[in-house]
């Protein structure tokens, strides 16, 4: 598998805000740890089981991770010419196996305090994560990991940062590429559940109750 991070943490990088809500779709943040049964009102994952699967592990008892934010859309010639191309050509594919492509985004809240809060700590993770996914057997997908600024509000004031999973993979047909990306992500949930990145026994998180404010320095 294709796969390499990227940070977006300069001043005037975006920030994910959590909560975080769309007045115009009624869209919002929905605290999928601590509310299971909300997965319900996803559409996105109502519509996409893989997706729905994935968000419930990430969010599961001993996840290191919150869930924030979600997305799938489908790639076609006729709309996403150039994201294609891009795709192809770096997953070094022909013409007739990147005709068509499913994508996903979702951003990710370490839960540790002190991973949170932390952008070289999360670098080194994402170090191993990228490394780890380069020995996947899916030569059709590609994962990118951006981090960036987050502010989370759940129990307390915290700043840190947040890192935003897209996963992309291409097929000759709709079908193929949409299997081709299931398979990936079952593969990129299973290396983020890995015992490798659990949550520190007694560790401070930034969804327990006794939250106190943390302050970052922003990179760049």
């Not at 759940?154 to 079908?175: C, I, K, Q, R, W």
Request: aromatic share 6%; net charge negative; proline share 5%.
């Amino acid at each position: 598998m294709l796969s390499e991070w990227t940070a977006e943490c300069s001043h005037d990088a975006p920030t994910l805000i959590v909560p975080w809500s769309d007045a115009e779709t009624g869209a919002r943040f929905l605290d999928l740890r601590a509310n299971p049964y909300d997965i319900a009102e996803i559409p996105e994952a109502e519509h996409n089981p893989t997706l729905a699967r994935a968000l419930r592990s990430l969010n599961a008892t001993r996840s290191p991770f919150l869930t924030a934010k979600c997305d799938t859309w489908s790639l076609s010639v006729s709309d996403h010419a150039e994201a294609l191309e891009a795709l192809r050509l770096e997953l070094m594919l022909s013409d007739e196996d990147a005709l068509y492509g499913f994508a996903s985004y979702i951003d990710l809240l370490w839960r540790e305090r002190s991973v949170f809060a932390s952008a070289h700590q999360q670098q080194d993770r994402l170090d191993r994560i990228v490394r780890r996914a380069q020995r996947l057997q899916h030569p059709e997908a590609a994962l990118e990991c951006v981090l960036r600024p987050a502010i989370l509000d759940l129990t307390g004031p915290l700043e840190g940062f947040a890192v935003t999973l897209y996963l992309s993979a291409v097929g000759p047909d709709p079908e193929t590429a949409r299997r081709r990306w299931e398979l990936a992500m079952d593969d990129i949930v299973t290396l983020l559940r890995s015992k490798e990145l659990e949550l520190g026994r007694g560790s401070a998180t930034i969804d327990s109750t006794d939250a106190y404010p943390l302050r970052v320095r922003h990179l760049g």
